[in-house]
């Protein structure tokens, strides 16, 4: 698999993973929604890149792909060590805007 495809899947599981341990921590309703619009838009990224190219010589691609994997460890240490839910859903957000980026960068096909 490509591996800007892998990242942004593995993100995207991550965050369908998460949705139940955010809950269990005391999540409000209104913070459970901003997480399932990440979760869409991390799928929707996902999806998109399945259908598109990404040139893996592009240093753009690169850098993106890298960030977003240094972002998604981040993200999943910040789930198991849960204490701040904001700050949780502030990390998610920034993983799922690279990702868009990485998805900016895919030819279409």
């Known amino acids: 698999m490509n591996p800007s495809v892998e990242a942004l899947e593995n ?10 341990t955010l809950q269990a921590n005391g999540a409000t309703p209104d913070q459970l929604d901003q997480l399932r619009t ?9 999806w998109t890149a399945i259908n ?10 690169r850098n993106l792909t890298s960030q977003l994997n240094s972002a998604q460890l981040s993200l999943d240490a910040t789930i198991k060590h849960l204490n701040d839910v ?7 957000t920034k993983a799922v805007d690279i990702g868009s ?5 895919a030819v279409t096909l």
């Open 52 to 61: 598109s190219i990404f040139h893996s010589d592009d240093p753009q691609v």
């Open 38 to 46: 990440q979760i869409v838009v991390a799928r929707t990224n996902y």
């Open 101 to 105: 980026q990485l998805v900016a960068k």
């Open 11 to 20: 993100l995207y599981f991550l965050l369908r993973g998460s949705l139940s």
């Open 86 to 92: 904001a700050k949780v859903l502030d990390a998610i």
